[in-house]
């Protein structure tokens, strides 16, 4: 079956702008969490939902950041007043919400990059 | 806290060559899952293996085969007769159970396969 999907692939914008960026899950997957890829780095948690709700949205880096997932498949996540330090990779991921023994699923992420 | 190191940031080879990829963990839980994901140059997250906290057999699949031990908190990643296809950044992941269900992710170790 299909991947998990992100759009856009691509997003330049400028400082101080609006973004958003969706994902797509997994057909039939309840979990889909954000994270965040830094250049060199390893992936970063931002936030967990597990159907509507978000469960866990530790990894938020600030307020200027917020995701949603209103009928618990498809998710936003919306970045307000961007600034360069935002510019990275932001990557979905879902699973079925078994706990923590389950497989998370990656899709391609959106490369983000505030000028 | 969790965390996960791998302290090789890059490992280059000529194909053919059997080479190992550490990954150390810390964790105060007793329950916890130990994944390693490929990353290729395309970007996307491949899962490659996921393993529990209870379960100490190595496993092997093919080329590859991973070593879990507890006593030293290492859940290390062997490619044998290493080929070109195997280029990538390679990183361990762990997830706890008092972590809810992120993954935190090591920094990554770039391998380069040479012909």
């Known amino acids: 079956g299909a991947g998990v999907s992100q759009t856009p692939s691509n997003k330049v914008t400028e400082k101080g702008k609006y973004v958003e960026l969706r994902c797509d899950p997994i057909?039939?997957?309840?979990?889909l969490y954000w994270y965040r890829q830094s250049l060199g780095q390893g992936p970063e948690f931002l936030i967990y939902?597990?159907?509507?709700?978000?469960?866990?949205d530790s990894g938020l880096p600030n307020d200027r950041f917020f995701a949603v997932r209103p009928e618990g498949s498809v998710s936003t996540l919306k970045i307000q007043r961007t600034e360069r330090g935002d510019s990275a990779v932001y990557l979905c991921a879902s699973s079925f919400g078994r706990g923590i023994a389950d497989t998370q699923y990656f899709g391609p992420g959106t490369r983000l990059t505030v000028l | 806290a969790q965390k996960v190191t791998q302290a090789q940031t890059e490992i280059s080879v000529v194909e053919k060559e059997d080479v190992t990829l550490d990954c150390v963990y810390e964790?105060?839980?007793?329950?916890?899952?130990l994944f390693w994901y490929k990353q290729p140059p395309s970007g996307e997250l491949v899962f490659l293996i996921r393993r529990n906290s209870f379960d100490e057999q190595n496993e092997i699949s093919g080329r590859y085969s991973w070593n879990f031990q507890k006593s030293t908190s290492s859940f290390n990643f062997t490619i044998t007769a290493s080929q070109v296809v195997d280029s990538a950044v390679y990183f361990c992941a762990l997830s706890e159970k008092r972590g809810a269900q992120k993954l935190v992710f090591g920094q990554g170790t770039r391998l380069t396969i040479n012909p």
């Open positions: 939902f597990q159907g509507t709700g978000a469960a866990d």
């Open positions: 964790t105060r839980d007793t329950t916890y899952y």
């Open positions: 057909s039939g997957h309840t979990a």
